[in-house]
């Protein structure tokens, strides 16, 4: 009984962490890639796709804090956003489209140009592949593979070109997928509040390992 | 009887794309255009679908052979030669980032094919990659009076006509009219014929005019 309780109170801060870490990390990198704009003219790329990877996710944890805490909770809305990765619902989708954000990510960073792209064309057309066939056996694979791989080359390429932003997010995927696939109550528990913490710091500009970076600023 | 005829206009489809190979090498050995290459390179890849049409016509070979559910044979080929047109296009417009999106769209398109019965995905695909190919070649071509762009553009876009009506003596012929459109565009036909040099014009009306004012 205590157990439980306990468990769910770390849920639940996890919870409210997230919903107010994760908006506020995508409005201060938001800021940061307009004045960059503002500044130099030119749209950072690297900065564009971290800021759409939070973007995307800020809206997930919103959805799923209304959801879980039962704050606002309809049938129709649950059933939407489903929350597995076992067919196509708002949860996949999203999770989909930051893993694919992810690989894009690293083709940006190490300029391989012909790659640039190819995530979301893969994803984009497994989601028209569904819409007209019903098909959907791939998106699970994808979505692990497609994660997976985004932590391999972020590590990598966070190593190769001394990137903050890249390990960062090499970091913050690794405990993001790691709650998802390790679907256990204490280590999702204790992996949302780290990351949340892990986002807080990034998104301040305390992290910075590397102090002379190549590719971000 | 009606097999016969279409050997051999593919035979001169065949033939006049042999030609059109070797015109292109030839002048890439003089100015190392590396557009060239690509052209051979297409071409290469649309003459052995024409090896397979000749062996379909000379020996009854059926190429509509099932591989699973309604994907047959011609249609992974005619999604390889498609993809290949995606990327030569790509090539041309100088868009790397977009290298990838052939071969994934005509994988999902694959993949659909096995899975539901209907040939509309392939021929909008192949609408979309001949004419968009077409418009853009012939545009370009045009404004660049580039007789090898012409060429390709005519050849995409009588090649795509013919794939879009799914007419068998269609399909053949416009493909061979689509390889003579080429072999002329290789051979400098377009810019000899067609854009005529205003500037060499007006020299020689010039020098006529001149000639006509001495006499007189």
Redesign the interface.
Known sequence: MAEDLFLQGVQNIGYILSVIVIPLATIIIGRTLLKEKKSTGKLNDIRAIIFFIFFSFSNLVILEFLIQLQIYSSSLLGELFGGSLDGFNIYSLVIGLIASLGLMLVAVANRW??????SL??FG??I??YV??G?YALLEPYIYFAGAASIVFLYLTAFRVKDNGALTLAIFFTLAFGTVIFDVALITGFGVIIYNGVILIFSVGWFKPFKQQEVMA | MAEFGFLIVEIAYFIMGIMTILTTIKQWKMNKNRMLIAVSVYIAAVLVRSIIDMAVYAFSFDIDIQVTGSLTIGMIMGFILFTIQLEFMFYLMNLPKLYTLPVIVSTYLLIGRILVDSAMPFIIYAMITSYGSAFFLIKDGRKSRNGLAIGMGLFFLIWGLGSTFQIEVLFVSLRLVAMVALLLGTRGFYEKYIFVNVEEEQKIMGTWIAKLVVKE
């Open positions: 140009d012909f790659l640039h792209y190819a064309f893969f057309g497994m028209l592949l007209f066939t098909f």
